[in-house]
């Protein structure tokens, strides 16, 4: 079936945007995760949903990153006033109860 | 908190030579294992994983992986690399349960010159 898909995959933003990256996981698969991925570094894990549920956003850098998945499908992370630390590759990833994840294409975030 | 580490950030092979990518986590608990790869312009695909059972683990494309518990290690080989392999490896971990994120270390990039 279809893979995790993730919008835009691209996305150029002036410092001090608001932008929003959407995810549309694997049909079924309960479990959402977002990843950030500096240039040059591993993914590093920001936020966890089972269903609607966030049960961990530790790894959210800042109250201006937000997540959510209203539905328990679609998934949304906002950021508010990007910086240009922003700047990265968003991952998102689902999974089916305690399955592996599977990663979508991701979406490149620019702040000038 | 853990952390994993992959001692090579690049690596350059020529085609049939063997490879061995190291990685070693810090947690002292129950872990599920795994090695991802990205190839040039893909997303991030599952190599292999661990969860329990026999330590040595066989993945696709011929790669298999070793889970040494003493060592905290979980490093990927192969016998015999092609140039399809270039890509970036990731060496990822998760608690026991796997509730949590993956951990991933920094990658390796690795480069098969034909």
């Known amino acids: 079936g279809a893979g995790v898909s993730q919008s835009p995959r691209y996305k150029v933003a002036k410092r001090g945007q608001d932008v929003a990256l959407r995810c549309d996981p694997i049909?079924?698969?309960?479990?959402l995760f977002w990843y950030q991925q500096a240039l040059g570094q591993g993914p590093e894990f920001l936020t966890y949903?089972?269903?609607?549920?966030?049960?961990?956003k530790s790894g959210l850098p800042s109250d201006r990153f937000f997540a959510e998945r209203p539905e328990g499908s679609v998934s949304t992370l906002k950021i508010q006033r990007t910086q240009q630390e922003d700047s990265a590759v968003y991952l998102c990833?689902?999974?089916?109860?305690?399955?592996?994840?599977?990663f979508g294409p991701g979406t490149r975030l620019t702040v000038t | 908190a853990q952390s994993v580490s992959q001692h090579n950030h690049h690596v350059i092979l020529s085609e049939a030579a063997s490879l061995e990518l190291g990685c070693n986590y810090s947690?002292?608990?129950?872990?599920?294992l795994f090695w991802y790869v990205q190839y040039p312009g893909q997303h991030l695909q599952l190599l292999l994983k661990?969860?329990?059972?026999?330590?040595l683990v066989k993945g696709i494309k011929g790669f298999e992986a070793e889970f040494i518990k003493s060592k905290f290690s979980f490093n990927l080989r192969k016998p015999s690399v092609q140039w399809s392999d270039t890509a970036e490896y990731f060496c990822?971990?998760?608690?026991?349960?796997?509730?949590?994120?993956?951990?991933f270390g920094k990658g390796t990039h690795l480069i098969i010159q034909p």
């Open positions: 990833a689902s999974r089916h109860l305690g399955g592996e994840q599977y």
């Open positions: 049909s079924g698969h309960v479990s």
């Open positions: 949903f089972q269903n609607e549920a966030q049960l961990d």
């Open positions: 947690y002292g608990g129950t872990v599920n």
């Open positions: 661990y969860f329990s059972g026999d330590p």
């Open positions: 990822a971990v998760t608690q026991g349960g796997g509730a949590d994120g993956l951990t």
